[in-house]
């Protein structure tokens, strides 16, 4: 889909691993020998996935779908929070700040953010040792793997999800401290002596 320009956030703390490369996605699918198809509507799109009639979709980061994508197909999303409390960006983030649990979900993606059915989901044990970019680590690594297994255990299915929480947008600075504070308490005050 076309890419969305939207303004530079500065966080205060960042909280995904700093594993991006300065390569196009097309030079990235041409080194592993993957099809790039580029489109510039979502009716050309749907048209491409309805021609290639794929059982599901995997979805590597993406913008909100249109609503005629998330009905006709079965895609599968890894979002970096315990659904449906942590839902929308910087999850982790919110999940501190709103002292919610702090884990992973697989899920099939409906038109809502972050909702549908949930295929498999996981808390990310917190332990006295650990910082918050530590917590953020595991986290980035528990959802790579479920993702990868969560493929492996699609269901046939789509059910609804219970929406109790709207999806946060990025969390501002000031809050960022506060959320920092609730993360220090956790840690502190986790039984877990891994």
């Known amino acids: 889909m076309p890419f969305v320009e939207r303004p530079e956030h500065k966080p205060l703390y960042r909280h995904r691993p700093e594993m991006q490369t300065n390569i196009s996605n097309q030079d990235f699918c041409s080194m592993l020998d993957i099809l790039y198809l580029k489109y510039s509507s979502t009716a050309d799109l749907h048209t491409h ?10 979805i590597g980061g993406a913008n909100i779908l249109d609503k005629s994508i998330t009905d006709n197909f079965k895609i599968i999303n890894a979002h970096p929070g315990y659904l449906p409390y942590s839902r929308g960006l910087d999850a982790l983030k919110w999940a501190f700040y709103n ?24 808390m ?30 699609v269901l046939n299915t789509k059910m609804p999800v219970e929406q109790r929480y709207k ?28």
């Open 49 to 58: 996935l309805r021609l290639w009639n794929y059982d599901y979709i995997l």
């Open 99 to 122: 002292e919610h649990p702090i884990g992973v979900t697989t899920h099939f993606i409906d038109e809502n953010p972050d909702a549908g059915y949930i295929i498999e989901k996981a």
């Open 124 to 153: 990310v044990p917190i332990y006295r040792n650990d910082s918050f970019h530590s917590i953020a680590y595991r986290q980035y690594h528990m959802e790579i793997n479920m993702l990868a297994r969560s493929v492996g255990s």
């Open 167 to 194: 999806p946060n947008m990025r969390m501002p600075v000031r809050d960022e401290i506060i959320m920092m504070d609730r993360c220090i308490k956790r840690i502190n005050n986790s039984n877990e002596f891994k």
